[in-house]
């Protein structure tokens, strides 16, 4: 059964630090493309940051130098750590995996994450 499950999130003061997870069981990691993505109340969904089959990293011009994605394929894992969190950072927070070449790609479930004091 394939799975893309997240974990983290939660609420947390401005300034401070989370971190988001997501576990992949029934396909191989290593072989998909990983991108966290983001969706705020009325907005549209967008792309926080993405680490490619080659360990490449992108950002979204906001986050840069506060979030920081990294990937683990042994462990078929991959993490977002998110530092220096503003209010406007409040969405829900969703991993993706978009297989390189055929374009096969998983969702996880989302994880709320609130910034406010």
């Known amino acids: 059964q394939v799975q893309f499950v997240e974990s983290g999130g939660g609420l947390v003061q401005p300034g401070g630090s989370l971190r988001l997870s997501c576990a992949a069981s029934g396909f191989t990691l290593r072989y998909y493309a990983i991108g966290w993505f983001r969706q705020a109340p009325g907005k549209e969904r967008e792309l926080v940051a993405r680490?490619?089959?080659?360990?490449?990293?992108e950002y979204l011009d906001s986050v840069q130098g506060r979030f920081s994605i990294s990937r683990n394929n042994a462990k078929r894992t991959t993490t977002l750590q998110m530092n220096t969190l503003k209010p406007e950072d409040t969405a829900i927070y969703y991993c993706?995996?978009?297989?390189?070449?055929?374009?096969?790609?998983?969702w996880g479930q989302g994880t709320q994450v609130t910034v406010s004091s």
């Open positions: 680490i490619l089959v080659n360990g490449r990293t």
């Open positions: 993706n995996a978009v297989a390189h070449g055929s374009g096969q790609y998983y």
